[in-house]
């Protein structure tokens, strides 16, 4: 019993790495105390274990413990057992290369001077060249390779009617160089990047329509006949260079949203015969108002400077209104100026923001800042105002311990500025879905559609009133109408048909005349050496169709709905009859334009099997390639500024094209086999 009291009082040893532990065994009531499992020799608890691998080498003759094998030991590896080589090294050596300096924005300098970054790529497999000018020249080689390959894509999907759209804009650069960024927009909401074209002395309409035309003739494109619309920001000079190349123009709603929130909140003078005699404006200042602005600037959070000028400002505020329940007696350019002056002094106080953040980590855990909005971003204002009121139980505890609480807004302006932020909210929601790359024509119009509901609840105050209208003027003004309902309506037409016979529709509402016009106009532009041998062919299995239709409806129906069915039936069957004839008699016309009647008979064929024809499916898939903002050409100007740096000035015009090029390009066509 004693013999088994004591073997019980070892255990093994566990969670141990080195092997010797497999020899030893624990005392259960000491831990500082072992015993070998060979024998009853005991052993005290060291830091190393040399002397239990002496008592197992010299004792028991396992030699392994005191001399591990290399097995046992990790050794030094080399770097180059951490990559697996690649098979193809010319084209994975051009593409990881293009990956680090266009996608990670590593300048060539640095590759050319990293010992580290060349010992992967020779550990790769990789033949990189080891110099600046060599890795500029790969770079540059690859781009072009990828520019062939894209150029033989895009001939093959116009070859298969496939149209595009063309967003461009201009952009200085900041070593003071113009550069005019262009990008394709097909059906798919896919965005091919062209690249940057460097603009040099003035840049007047022909010029900007030869600098173009040039561009897209490298990509086999034919500006007249392959590009639906260009979308720009409604530059002079671009609305201009549109009318002259006779293709459809949608200026950018991003911006439009952007002047009609400017219009509101920034410009410096509002419209006297517009709003004096609706809101009573009073053109003198009122005497509680200070104009706190000053020279002084202020680095943001981002580091960037922000500066603020009296144009900030309106001129102008507004009285109480009798008729309208105004929540508020100054004007909201006032109640936010106050907001600025609030937000300045604790932002230029280290002592005021230390008690600022104290109150936050006390209140919220976290610190908070308050924000400074920019009149070049309006949506900073927003961000401003929402920071505000979620802060602003705890800047009025901290501006009564100052004593400066008459700096405060008042409930009624606090409740202004929650107005303000719910119609802003919405304006930003609405600007940040049409800048998707998914949105088009018809999505725009929803979302419109949604802005003018949402600011119409706002109506009720000064500030509702002045979004309200000036978002309906500047939005109203740049929308392509007629082509928006022309996709409406191939989209879903009895849908169409059926929105535009309400009443309370806000719309223009165009006639099934009007969009066929639109459609006969437009497929005529951009089809017009189509053959007309598949209309005829698709005509005759929609009559099929329709017939197959009939006889399942006749099984089906019987008493009056069968003869208003067959009736229908019948009047589809004439119009079937018609067509086919006008389609074998210009079958064998490869040449010959589509009439309006076609497109009227081909609606009518819509309409009532809906199926799309083949004439109106390419009108469908051109219209579907139209982007309501040039949101992308942005993208592509703060891709550019990634490279064009502060120390990067004296990159050559190649080498931006290049490197835009890939950055808009190389997550879909990287992996193109060049040997093609």
């Not at 509101?264 to 006297?272: E, F, H, R």
Request: with cysteine.
């Amino acid at each position: 019993m004693m013999g088994d009291k004591q073997k019980d009082e070892w255990i093994v040893a566990k969670n141990k790495r080195a092997e010797v532990w497999q020899h030893l065994l624990i005392n259960k009531r000491n831990e500082k105390l072992l015993k070998c499992k060979h024998c009853d020799t005991t052993f005290k608890l060291h830091q190393t274990t040399t002397s239990y691998n002496y008592h197992m080498e010299h004792k028991h003759n396992l030699l392994p413990l005191l001399q591990p094998t290399s097995q046992n030991v990790p050794q030094s590896m080399p770097i180059s057992s951490f990559f697996q080589k690649h098979e193809n090294k010319t084209i994975s050596s051009a593409y990881v290369l293009a990956k680090l300096t266009a996608l990670d924005r590593i300048p060539f300098a640095t590759l050319a001077n990293s010992d580290e970054i060349k010992k992967g790529w020779r550990a790769q497999g990789l033949k990189i060249p080891l110099t600046e000018k060599g890795m500029r020249d790969l770079v540059v080689k690859y781009a072009q390779e990828m520019r062939e390959h894209i150029k033989s894509e895009l001939w093959s999907n116009i070859q298969k009617s496939e149209r595009y759209s063309l967003s461009l804009d201009e952009w200085t650069s900041k070593g003071n160089r113009r550069y005019m960024a262009l990008n394709l927009h097909d059906k798919n909401s896919n965005v091919i990047g062209l690249g940057l074209i460097r603009v040099i002395d003035s840049l007047p309409a022909t010029k900007a329509i030869k600098i173009v035309n040039k561009k897209l003739r490298e990509y086999n494109i034919d500006s007249s006949k392959h590009i639906v619309a260009i979308i720009t920001d409604g530059a002079s000079v671009m609305k201009c260079m549109a009318r002259l190349m006779g293709i459809n123009h949608q200026i950018c709603h991003s911006h439009g949203i952007h002047l009609a929130v400017v219009d509101v909140l920034y410009k410096k003078k509002y419209d006297k015969d517009t709003y004096k005699e609706k809101f009573r404006i009073n053109t003198t200042t009122p005497e509680n108002y200070t104009d706190e602005n000053n020279s002084n600037s202020e680095s943001d959070e981002n580091g960037q400077e922000e500066q603020e000028s009296d144009t900030d400002l309106g001129q102008y505020f507004i009285e109480e209104i009798a008729d309208i329940e105004v929540p508020f007696k100054p004007q909201f350019i006032n109640i936010i100026q106050k907001i600025r002056k609030i937000v300045k002094m604790f932002r230029k106080s280290p002592l005021k923001n230390d008690l600022l953040q104290k109150a936050c980590q006390d209140k919220f855990s976290k610190e908070l800042k308050l924000m400074l909005d920019s009149p070049t971003r309006w949506n900073s204002l927003l961000h401003m105002l929402k920071r505000f009121l979620e802060l602003k139980d705890v800047v009025k505890t901290i501006l009564q311990e100052l004593s400066l609480v008459n700096m405060y807004p008042t409930s009624t302006e606090i409740n202004a500025i929650t107005e303000t932020v719910e119609s802003l909210d919405v304006i930003e929601a609405s600007t940040l879905a049409l800048g998707r790359r998914d949105s088009n024509l018809t999505k725009a119009g929803c979302i419109f559609d949604f802005l003018h509901d949402k600011l119409k609840q706002h109506i009720s105050t000064p500030i509702g009133v002045l979004f309200y209208e000036s978002m309906q003027k500047r939005v109203n003004e740049r929308r392509l109408l007629k082509l928006e309902k022309l996709l409406e309506y191939l989209e879903a037409p009895h849908l169409y048909l059926e929105k535009n016979t309400q009443t309370d529709n806000i719309h223009t509402i165009y006639t099934q005349h009007e969009l066929a016009e639109s459609a006969t106009e437009l497929h005529n532009r951009l089809f017009d050496n189509d053959t007309c041998i598949e209309i005829a062919e698709e005509h005759e299995g929609a009559r099929n169709m329709i017939e197959h239709e009939g006889a399942k409806d006749h099984e089906c129906e019987t008493g009056s709905s069968k003869k208003q069915r067959m009736s229908s039936a019948d009047e589809l069957q004439e119009l079937l009859h018609q067509r086919s004839q006008l389609a074998s008699s210009s079958s064998a016309v490869s040449s010959s334009k589509t009439t309006l009647l076609d497109i009227k008979r081909q609606m009518n064929i819509f309409e009532h099997t809906n199926v799309r024809p083949t004439t109106l499916a390419k009108v469908y898939n051109a219209l579907l390639s139209v982007p309501p903002t040039s949101v992308e050409v942005e993208r592509s100007f703060s891709a550019a500024g990634l490279f064009v740096s502060q120390l990067r000035t004296s990159l050559k015009d190649e080498t931006i094209d290049s490197l835009c090029f890939l950055r808009a390009n190389l997550s879909k066509y990287g992996h193109f086999d060049s040997t093609q």
